[in-house]
Every structure is written in C-alpha cells, then in structure tokens.
C-alpha cells in the first residue's frame, strides 16, 4: 500500500511546494529574544515572536523553573485527575482566575487543547454557537468536535452578528466566540459592542486571549480591561505560549460552574498529561511578576506606539492595531516575500504573510513589538524597512 500511497504524498508536497506555500523552518540556536541567533551564527533582531513581554528568557522564570525541577521533578506522568495534580498546578490556576478576576481555572496541554476541549461538553445539538471568522484554528476545530448549531459572522463586524443572534434564537443556548485580537491585523474584538448584542439576544460570550492577554488594556488583563467587563465574560480561554513566558500550557477560565464541568467531561483535560512542574511553577512565579509591577506592560505599549508612530511618518500603510501585532501592508504576496528576505539581510527578522494565510491582495509583513525591544532596536527595524521600501520603490 505504501508505496501508492507514498506517490500520492510526494505529488500533494510537490503541489505546496509549487504554489511557493512551503513552510520552511528557521533554525535558532540561542534563547528566545529581541536578539536571536540563527544557525550559521548569523544575529538578527527578531520581530516575528509571541514574546510581547519579553519573559520567553527571563531569568526569573528560569530561576523558578530550576527550583521546581529540583524539588518537584521533571515530570508527573499522569492525567490531573488520576495522580498528576500537585499543589503547584492548583496555584497556578488560582493565579490566572485572579489575574482576569474569574472565578475559576482548568489548565491544559495548550490553548489548543482548551478550545478543543471546550465547547462539546458544554453545548449540544440544542444550542448554538456563533462564531467570528477569523477566529483561530483551534476554535475552528474545538466547535467541529461540537453538535451544537453553527452560525458564524463576518469579521468584527456588529451588524453580520446581531442578523446570526437573530437567527439562533430558536436554539436552547448561544455562545459568541471571539479572539480577543486576531492575529493578522492587530486589531482587538469589539467586546464592548459584543456584550451588548450578547445581552439584548439572551447569549454567553466566550473570548480566546492568546495575543490580549499581557498586552491589551492598561495592565495588561486583556480585553476584559481594555472595555471595562471584568469578571462579566462567561469564557475566557488562553495560552502560557505567547506573552506569558512562551513555554507551553493554556487554560480556559470563568464562571466557576463551568470550568466544574470541564474537569469532568473535557477530553484533553481528562486523556491528556498534566504540564511539568517547572512549567507550573515558572507560570506562578510570572503572575507574581504581573502583580507587583506595570513595567513591561507599559514598555510594551510605549515600544508599539513608538514604532507604529514612526512607520506611518516615514509613509508605510499600517493596519489599525490595538496589540502589540503591526501588519504593513504590501498588497502583493511576491513583494511581501522578498521585502522578509531583504530585511533579513539587513538583520530584521520578520515574515511576510500572503494568501490563504490572509485574503488574496492582502499581502502584508507582520511585525510584532516586545517589551524584550530596545529603542535602538525598534529604530534599526524602521531604518531597515525604510531603505529596503526605497529600493523596492514601495515608499519615496
Ligand atoms: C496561539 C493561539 C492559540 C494556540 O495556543 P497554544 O497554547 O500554542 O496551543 C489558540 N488561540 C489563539 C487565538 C492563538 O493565537
């Protein structure tokens, strides 16, 4: 059979190759940073990670990390419910309910595996979920595992989601479920708007904050802060991956009764290992962090204004963002391609996103700002783009 099937194989990766749609990997070989080494010993300064607070290769986590692994160990081989909860996993989610000032938390594996595991326990052929377009593969995938009815609106946009409220009113219950920012442009989930319409049509609402949280709203707490609804959202879902030290683990918190649920019926909660100690341990130690002071939110928020400032001064098209995500705008899928290439070679790391990963004509360099960035740096990457525009004749 293999072999047939192996033929099959190499023509479908022939097809991605072709279509110039491979995804090729980098190789790093230092730790996560604003400065980042790639093999060959080449250093770049990198604007393509999640690390909005810089925390990836903070010395704390590390230090917090070290003294988990050697008071608690590597690793606990067991699900949360068989022998694989220890006082640190209990902690730590006691840490993120207080931080988005919910009731309760249930960590996972990844945010992935929170919205995976999140709807179909919850809902069932009765009820419906209405869900954003842009929302994140996991959700995606998360409401396919679902029987509950699918309706889904256009991006952000207020009117496409009352008509969608409108015509799930003859389900049992109705969730809306949004990213808080989505990832392409930047721009944040109008939750304010949301909340609203979640009200007047008898609806829950359910936010994933992968990129918000750590970096939208004045401290920081995601887009609950950012439109004053604090402790008001039914389902916030998350991930320790992206601002939150860049490791690995996510979680879904809110109402208590339902994170009570999810530990009994949510599958990659109850078939999937409990994440390491240190991991655990690491997540505590940076919401202590959180709690104590401001300063990486607010340098986080000074770096994006500084450069998103300067960028469209110096006369690039810039999406309207309200994270710490930077789309420019090139239009064109080849151009946003060698544009990548040619700020690498002026030591700028950053990636070029075109069609099916954003609509056709929308071609566009993501950059993503760090509390990790020096001025310095966020000056060598404007200096950069604007010299390889020039050459590019993108801008004058
Ligand atoms: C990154 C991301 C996830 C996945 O998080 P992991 O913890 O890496 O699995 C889920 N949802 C959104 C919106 C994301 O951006």
């Given amino acids: 059979m293999y072999q047939d099937y192996k033929l099959y194989l190499q023509d ?15 190789i790093i070989v230092s730790p996560q940073g604003a400065l980042i080494k790639v093999i060959g010993g080449k250093e770049v300064i990198n604007f393509c990670a999640n690390n909005y607070l810089g925390l990836s290769n903070d010395s704390r986590l590390i230090e917090a990390a070290k003294n988990a692994l050697d008071t608690r160990g590597f690793g606990m081989s067991s699900v949360r419910f068989i022998c694989g909860t220890q006082d640190l996993h209990k902690k730590l989610e006691a840490s993120i309910a207080k931080f988005f000032g919910t009731e309760d938390t249930i960590l996972y594996a990844a945010c992935f595996d929170a919205n995976g595991g ?47 409220l409108i015509a799930a009113q003859a389900q049992r219950f109705r969730l809306i479920v949004t990213d808080g920012v989505f990832s392409m442009d930047g721009n944040v989930a109008p939750l304010d708007k949301i909340y609203e319409l979640a009200e007047k049509y008898h609806a829950m609402v359910m936010v994933d904050e992968s990129h918000s949280a750590g970096v939208v709203g004045k401290t920081g707490r995601g887009v609950t802060e950012r439109f004053n609804l604090r402790g ?64 990486l939110q607010d ?47 002026e030591g700028i790391y ?39 525009a020039r050459e590019l004749a993108i801008i004058k």
């Fill in 12 to 26: 479908e990766l022939f097809h991605i190759e072709e279509a110039g749609l491979s995804k090729k990997e980098r």
């Fill in 118 to 164: 999140v709807f179909e326990p919850l809902l069932s052929e009765k009820d419906a979920i209405i869900s954003d377009a842009l929302n994140h593969a996991s959700i995606i995938d998360g409401v396919r595992l679902c029987k509950a009815q699918r309706y889904r609106y256009a991006n952000a946009d207020m009117k496409d989601l009352e008509n969608q």
């Fill in 232 to 295: 008001k959202i039914e389902i916030l879902t998350g991930t320790l991956g992206k601002a939150f030290g860049g490791a690995i683990g996510g979680f879904t918190t809110g109402k208590k009764e339902i994170i009570d649920l999810l530990r009994q019926r949510s599958r990659p909660y109850l078939f999937s290992n409990s994440i390491p100690p240190m991991v655990a341990a690491a997540g505590i130690r940076m919401f202590e962090i959180m709690n104590e002071t401001n300063d």
């Fill in 299 to 345: 340098k986080l928020h000074k770096n994006t204004a500084y450069f998103v400032e300067r960028m469209i001064a110096a006369g690039f098209d810039i999406k309207p963002t309200e994270s710490a995500i930077c789309a420019v705008m090139l239009y064109d899928a080849r151009l946003s391609q060698e544009m990548a290439t040619r700020l690498l070679d």
């Fill in 350 to 388: 950053v990636t070029g996103f075109y069609y099916p990963v954003v609509p056709k004509g929308q071609a566009r360099i993501r950059v993503q700002i760090s509390a990790a960035h020096e001025t310095a740096h966020l000056d060598k990457c404007i200096t950069a783009f604007t010299k390889v």
